[in-house]
C-alpha cells in the first residue's frame, strides 16, 4: 500500500520568520527514501483553533499526519492536547517518560536535581499510542493508529526532530508498509540539477520500481534512487543496474555513494594515502577550513589556514610577490597560485588549496564581475588553477567556491584530470 503523508510545524516562532523550519525539509527527505509520499507542509502558530483546523484539513488528504514541535514545557506547547482532542484520545500519564525526564534533570543538575513543575506535563501522552523515547532531549515523542490516520508527534529542536525521526518514527513507519525499501544517493558535482534533469527526464518518468529523483543542493546534486522489495537483498538487486547506468552516465562527475559531502570524502582519502593539506582563502573567508574542521578525524590530515582577505596578508604572510598584486589583482590566475604555494610552504602541508575571487554583491574594483573565482591546488612540483564562473547570492558563491577546492583535491587524490 502507498502511503502519503502531511508535515504539520507547530510554532509561531516559525511563521514570525525567527527561525527556519529545517525538520521539515528533513522530515520531506527522509520520508522519500522510505518510498513515502509528502504532498503537503504546513505552519500553524501557537493557536488551538488554529491547529485543530489544520489537522481536520491534513486527516481528509493524507494517511500519515506527522507533528513537529509544541511538546515542551510551556503553556503554548499544546500539540498533544489538540492532536489528542482531534482523534479522540485521553491524554494518560506516562510514569516511565517522568522517570527520565527526572533523571534528565538530575545529571543537569546533580546536586539537587531541579526539575520545575511544568515540565511534567511531557509525560502526558495519549492514550494507547507507542512512546517515543528522547534521547536528545526532554520531551517523548508518539505514534498511534485512529480511524485510519496515524498520528506520529516529534520535539521540534532539529538537534531532536532528526534522531528521533531516524531511530523511533522510522521502525514505526516501517511496520505500516509490507516489504523493505532501500535507497542509495548518488552524489555529482560539476554539473548542475538542471542539465542532470534534463539528461533523466525521460528515464525518470518511466521508472516505477526503483524510482529515481534528483535533489539539488549548494552547487552539487543528489541522485536518490528507491527501491522496494521483499527483503533488503532483493530492493538492492533492483538498485544495482540503476546505479551502474548513472555512475557510466556521469562518470567521474560522481564524486560518492551514500556519502555526506565532498570535504568527508577528501578526508577519506587523504587519511587514507597519509597526506596532509592546508588552505589560502579570500573569498570564502575560512569556508574550506571549517568545512574539513568540522568532520571528526580532521586534525590528522588538517595543517592549518591564512585568511588573507587582504592584499596586505597575502603579501605580507602568505608571501604572494607585489608585482603579481599590482600587474594582476588580488582576483587573478597567478595570485591564486601564490596563495596555494604559500600556503604549502607555510604549514608543510603535502598539498595546499587557494581561493580568491568576487563573493559579491558588487563586482570588485578591477571590474570583475561577482562569481568570478580562482581556485587553485598546490602540490610538490606542481600548482593548478581552475577559473570558476558562480551564480547567485553571496553565500552560494562563497560555498561553491569552496567546493570546488575540495573538488580539486578529490580529484588529485584519485587520479582525476583537475
Known amino acids: 500500500m502507498s502511503h502519503t503523508a502531511e508535515l504539520i510545524a507547530v510554532g509561531t516562532e516559525l511563521l514570525l520568520g525567527n527561525i527556519a523550519n529545517t525538520d521539515g525539509q528533513m522530515l520531506s527527505r527522509e520520508l522519500s527514501a522510505l518510498g513515502i509520499n509528502v504532498y503537503y507542509h504546513t505552519v500553524v502558530g501557537d493557536n488551538p483553533a488554529r491547529l485543530r483546523r489544520a489537522v481536520e484539513i491534513a486527516r481528509e488528504r493524507a494517511d500519515i499526519i506527522i507533528t513537529t514541535g509544541g511538546l515542551g514545557p510551556t503553556c503554548d506547547d499544546l500539540t498533544k492536547t489538540v492532536l489528542a482532542e482531534c482523534f479522540g484520545k485521553k491524554l494518560v500519564y506516562n510514569e516511565e ?26 509525560a502526558w501522552l495519549p492514550e494507547g499510542c507507542v512512546p517515543f523515547q528522547n534521547d536528545w532531549g526532554t520531551a517523548p515523542g508518539c505514534g498511534f493508529e485512529a480511524g485510519g490516520i496515524h498520528v506520529i508527534m516529534l520535539p521540534g529542536p532539529p538537534g531532536e526532530c532528526g534522531p528521533m525521526f531516524r ?55 543528489e541522485l536518490r534512487i528507491t527501491a522496494k522489495a521483499e527483503d533488503a537483498a532483493g ?6 543496474p540503476v546505479e551502474q547506468e548513472l555512475g557510466e552516465m556521469f562518470g567521474e562527475l560522481v ?31 575560512g569556508l574550506i577550513a571549517k568545512r574539513i574542521t568540522d568532520l571528526p578525524g580532521s586534525s590528522s590530515v588538517f595543517r592549518g589556514g591564512v585568511v588573507s582577505y587582504w592584499s596586505e596578508v597575502k603579501h605580507g604572510v602568505l608571501g604572494v610577490e607585489q608585482k603579481l598584486l ?4 588580488a582576483v587573478s590566475e597567478p595570485v591564486a597560485r601564490a596563495m596555494a604555494e604559500g600556503a604549502r610552504r607555510l604549514t608543510g602541508a603535502d598539498l595546499a588549496v587557494a581561493t ?25 612540483g606542481e600548482t593548478l588553477v581552475r577559473t570558476v564562473h558562480a551564480g547567485g547570492p553571496r553565500t552560494r558563491v562563497r560555498q561553491v567556491a569552496a567546493s570546488h577546492a575540495f ?3 578529490r580529484r588529485y587524490l584519485t587520479g582525476l584530470a583537475l
Not at 101 to 115: Q, S
Not at 235 to 240: E, K, N, S
Not at 326 to 329: A, I, L, S, Y
Not at 370 to 378: E, F, K, Q, R, S
Open 97 to 122: 517518560a517522568a522517570r527520565r525526564m527526572r533523571a534528565y534533570f538530575k545529571k543537569l543538575h546533580p546536586e539537587d536535581g531541579h526539575m520545575t513543575e511544568n515540565n511534567d506535563q511531557q
Open 167 to 221: 531511530h523511533r518514527a522510522v521502525p514505526y513507519l516501517k511496520e505500516l508498509t509490507e516489504g523493505t525499501i532501500v535507497s542509495r544517493s548518488l552524489r555529482i558535482f560539476g554539473m548542475g540539477e538542471a542539465a542532470v534533469e534534463s539528461r533523466l527526464r525521460e528515464k525518470m518518468n518511466a521508472m516505477t520500481n526503483p524510482t529515481l529523483a534528483p535533489y539539488a543542493k549548494e552547487g552539487e546534486v
Open 235 to 240: 530492493a538492492a538487486a533492483l538498485i544495482a
Open 255 to 285: 564524486y560518492g555513494v551514500d556519502v555526506a559531502s565532498l570535504e568527508e570524502v577528501c578526508l577519506g582519502l587523504l587519511r587514507e594515502k597519509g597526506l596532509t593539506m592546508a588552505t589560502a582563502e579570500s573569498c570564502t573567508g
Open 326 to 329: 599590482d600587474e594582476f589583482g
Open 356 to 380: 580568491t575571487g568576487v563573493a559579491g554583491p558588487d563586482p570588485d574594483e578591477r571590474g570583475n564581475p561577482v562569481g568570478l573565482i580562482y581556485v587553485a591546488l598546490a602540490r610538490e
Open 407 to 409: 573538488d580539486m583535491v
